[in-house]
Nanobody, 117 residues
């Protein structure tokens, strides 16, 4: 049973930083592509960033220059470094992973990020 374990969320003041981490547990799933979505209060879930197995990254326009997605293949972990956080970044952040050879993506349970003004 694959389970994605997310960590690193919390409460931070505007201008602060957080780093989220996502790692599969409970299986030998190896990460192919992965990314982060978020869903703010009263908003639809939106893509924040994703990364391919080759390290190619893609970002939503509203986080470019502030957020950085990365991966550590040795640790089979995906990170989201969030800098210069704004109140509008407040949301539940969800990690997803496409495993090598897996038929579907896996999703984390979500981690809350709250940014105070």
């Amino acid at each position: 049973q694959v389970r994605l374990v997310e960590s690193g969320g919390g409460l931070v003041q505007a201008g602060g930083s957080l780093r989220l981490a996502c790692v599969p547990s409970g299986s030998t799933l190896k990460i192919d592509t992965a990314g982060w979505y978020r869903q703010g209060p009263g908003k639809q879930r939106e893509l924040v960033a994703d990364i391919t197995i080759f390290g190619r990254t893609n970002y939503a326009d509203n986080v470019k220059g502030r957020f950085a997605i990365s991966r550590d293949n040795a640790k089979n972990t995906v990170y989201l470094q969030m800098n210069d956080l704004k109140p509008e970044d407040t949301a539940v952040y969800y990690c997803y992973v496409n495993g090598i050879g897996s038929a579907r993506p896996y999703w984390g349970q979500g981690t809350q990020v709250a940014v105070s003004s």
